[in-house]
């Protein structure tokens, strides 16, 4: 699967941005989608993830109650919606898929679990 994210920028701290995600060459549906972040000088950070169905999502500790992850397995796109942004949130966000065949409940965090990465989008969030 071809993913490709969009939707990043640059806005002020308090802001809101929703980045989009959409796939292309297989079925969307068959995969639990992630987004991660990473800011220049560190690793790779787990930003928030939803399964197959969209039924379950999981959030960062530092994105929680700001962040929503969404799905439309009609249109092949996966959605985070960003509130409240802060200037530590600017990073390159990136979506990646995970293809159904580990325990995806105890590993949606962990980079390796994913198949499948998009290109990232940079998010700039000014103070």
């Known amino acids: 699967v071809q993913l490709q994210a969009s939707g990043g920028g640059l806005v002020q701290a308090g802001g809101s941005l929703r980045l989009s995600c959409g796939a292309s060459g297989s079925t969307f549906s068959r995969y639990h989608m992630g987004w991660f972040r990473q800011a220049p000088g560190k690793e790779r950070e787990f930003v928030a993830a939803i399964i197959r169905s969209g039924g379950r999502t999981y959030s960062g500790n530092s994105v929680k109650g700001r962040f929503t992850i969404s799905r439309d397995n009609a249109k092949n796109t996966v959605y985070l919606q960003m509130n409240s942004l802060k200037p530590e949130d600017t990073a390159v966000y990136y979506c990646?898929?995970?293809?159904?065949?580990?325990?995806?409940?105890?590993?949606?965090?962990?980079?390796?679990?994913?198949?499948?990465w998009g290109h990232g989008t940079l998010v700039t969030v000014s103070s």
């Open positions: 990646a898929a995970a293809a159904p065949r580990i325990d995806y409940s105890g590993y949606y965090y962990d980079p390796v679990a994913y198949d499948y």
